[in-house]
């Protein structure tokens, strides 16, 4: 009796192992090393999150980790230029919030729904590139792990962080982040890595929301001094996350 106890219980645990794997997103391989490339853009999305109205798009090679976000949403667009945008990646896939790119950050002075139309319908598609260029320079690095907290500018050249952020054809935000896979493997990748990617962001740009990015546990803490208003739902991106396997050159 004992023996097919033991041979259901291993069955069950083969068959959970093989959803969970089943239910990872792999990401695109992409030998192309230039950040510019159209690739990047021409890639249909691995996931779309309705709720934001956020499509994701993940790319690595041995180097990189490429992740790409769009959205043709204005209010999801004001959402962004609002409250900043945290982009949190956890290499291990246990969904816990310990290294960050903050960007772009909070407004410090929030638009309305009616303010943010009339401020887009100003400016072309190539204005609205240059208007990002010059809104958004600084971007922040946390990792919770070590307890650190980088400011970086777009104007640097920087071989481990870069971002940027567009409007297109078809597309009213892209957001570009590329990380260097050594800030999270210090090992070539062995076609068994799962990474977690989340995204959030909190309502009111002061001294706590800065001091909470680098802490899950804080802003539970602190959510409703951060949040601003009664109707407080529809100006928050709610904290989302999706599990992606990396892809290596031999599985391609």
């Not at 490429?66 to 004001?78: A, F, K, P, V, Y």
């Not at 950050?105 to 190539?126: D, G």
């Not at 909470?212 to 991106?237: C, D, F, H, V």
Request: negative net charge; aromatic residues 14%.
């Amino acid at each position: 009796m004992s023996r097919i106890v033991q041979f259901t219980f291993l069955v069950s645990l083969f068959t959970l192992n093989s959803c969970t794997v089943k239910n990872q997103i792999s990401t695109y391989w992409q030998n192309e090393r230039n950040f510019n490339s159209e690739i990047y853009s021409t890639t249909e999305a691995n996931y779309y999150n309705a709720e934001d109205q956020i499509s994701v798009k993940v790319f690595n090679n041995d180097k990189f980790i490429d992740i790409i976000l769009e959205t043709n949403s204005t209010n999801t667009l004001r959402k962004i230029y609002n409250l900043g945008l945290s982009i949190w990646i956890d290499p291990e896939a246990k969904l816990q919030n310990n290294f960050a790119i903050n960007f772009p950050m909070p407004a410090e002075f929030p638009f309305t729904e009616e303010k943010f139309e009339n401020y887009l319908s100003r400016f072309s598609l190539t204005e609205l590139n240059e208007e990002f260029w010059d809104r958004f320079q600084l971007f922040e690095v946390v990792n919770a792990k070590k307890n650190e907290s980088l400011s970086i500018s777009t104007l640097q050249e920087d071989d481990t962080y870069q971002v940027k952020l567009s409007s297109k054809n078809e597309v009213l935000f892209s957001y570009h982040l590329r990380i260097a896979m050594s800030e999270f493997y210090s090992k070539n990748l062995s076609g068994n890595e799962i990474i977690g990617i989340g995204v959030a962001s909190i309502n009111e740009a002061n001294e706590e929301y800065y001091s909470a990015l680098s802490s899950k546990e804080y802003i539970n803490k602190r959510m409703e001094r951060l949040k601003a208003g009664t109707n407080q739902n529809p100006y928050e991106l709610a904290e989302w996350w999706v599990k992606f396997k990396l892809s290596t050159e031999s599985e391609q």
